[in-house]
Structures are given as structure tokens and as C-alpha cells.
């Protein structure tokens, strides 16, 4: 597994998620409707390679065409610039956890989720104007998990990730939570920085 997290510094708005070695991590602009890919490989060592590729046909059956090919460094963020003010930061690699299937195959939190249950099978969550799907993503306004990638807990009590507790609060409240910032040391577009004191956009 992959994890990583995206920077739209545009929108000032970051998702984090996890894809399988080759996967793809979708991102789906609200405004357009226009759909990329992020295809990612582990090369060696620290290297990655990020395929951008874009969209064509049905939302439900697309076909892929690769635009642009960037390596990335683990820690480090990328321009995509087949994507402007958009990068990647890939944060590390870790073995799919084997037990996974005993559980459920979906683990959802708030109204953003959407699943696609197909072989290429993926979750979304929506925040500030982008649509982040892939295996598992993860945002401070919702996060979703869809096996193999969703984390659980350890027998001794571990830390979970992108496996979320029940939300109780009403739908009208549903998806109003603040979307995730770019972080402040990542940014390679300083023109895009809130202003002191100003929050992240919101869905």
C-alpha cells in the first residue's frame, strides 16, 4: 500500500488516502465534472513515479489517458503540472493488512461518501470543490475506507486510521465540518496562502 495526500493549493484544500501499489487516486472537479488519475509506483527505495492521467467517456466507465509523468520523492511535495496548483506528497509504503477481509468491506463517515463497487473499487469524499476517491481517503470534513486499505486496530489497542467512529449528528449537520488545509511548509504556490486568521474553503 501506498499512503500519500494530495494539495489542491488553489482551493486550500489537502486529502489524504492510501492506493495499492498501481492504483489509482481519483480527483474529480466539481465545477467541470472533469475527472483525473493520479497512478502511482514505488520505483525504489525513496522514489516514486505519479502518472496524471485524465478522463474520457462515462462517469461510470471512463477511460484513462496518461498527460504528464512526475517522480516523486517520499516527504517531499511535486508539482503536477498537467494539474496546476495541484501536488503530491507521498508519506510511505506499508503491507495491506491481511486480516482485513473479516471485516466489513466499507467503513464510511459522513454525507460525502460515495462507493464505487467494481473491480477498481474506491471510495470519494467531497471538500471545497474537489472530489477525492481512491482505496481509502481522508479529510477533515469525512473520510472513507474501502478493503484492503482500511486500517484497523491492533489486538493491543492501537492507533486506527481511516477507520472512523459513528457520526450521531443530525443530516442537515452532515459534511458542514471544515476542510483539511494545505500545510503551510508544503506550499509551492504561496499565492494561494489564506490570509492570517481566515479558515479553509468549505464543500
Do not use: W
Not at 497512478?39 to 477511460?63: M, Q, W, Y
Request: with cysteine.
Amino acid at each position: 500500500m501506498i499512503d500519500l495526500h494530495v494539495n489542491a493549493e488553489r482551493q486550500n484544500v489537502s486529502f489524504q488516502g492510501s492506493v495499492t501499489d498501481g492504483g489509482r487516486f481519483r480527483l474529480t472537479m466539481a465545477e467541470t465534472g472533469q475527472m483525473y488519475a493520479l497512478s502511482i509506483l514505488h520505483r525504489e527505495g525513496t522514489r516514486f513515479s505519479v502518472t496524471v492521467e485524465r478522463a474520457e467517456g462515462t462517469k461510470d466507465n471512463p477511460t484513462f489517458t496518461p498527460i504528464e509523468r512526475v517522480e516523486a520523492t517520499l516527504g517531499r511535495p511535486a508539482a503536477l503540472h498537467a494539474l496546476p496548483y495541484f501536488t503530491v506528497v507521498i508519506d510511505g509504503t506499508r503491507r495491506a493488512d491481511p486480516t482485513v477481509s473479516r471485516f466489513p468491506a466499507v467503513q464510511p463517515v459522513l454525507a460525502t461518501y460515495t462507493r464505487r463497487a467494481l473491480v477498481d473499487d474506491y471510495c470519494c469524499v467531497s471538500c471545497g470543490g474537489v472530489i477525492a476517491c481512491a482505496c481509502a481517503v481522508n479529510s477533515t470534513c469525512g473520510q472513507c475506507c474501502v478493503n484492503p486499505c482500511c486500517k484497523k486496530t491492533d489486538p493491543a489497542g492501537g492507533p486506527t486510521a481511516f477507520l472512523p467512529s459513528p457520526d450521531t449528528r443530525p443530516l442537515s449537520a452532515l459534511g458542514q465540518r471544515p476542510c483539511r488545509r494545505v500545510r503551510d511548509s508544503e506550499r509551492l504556490y504561496p499565492q494561494f496562502a489564506p490570509a492570517s486568521g481566515t479558515v479553509a474553503s468549505r464543500s
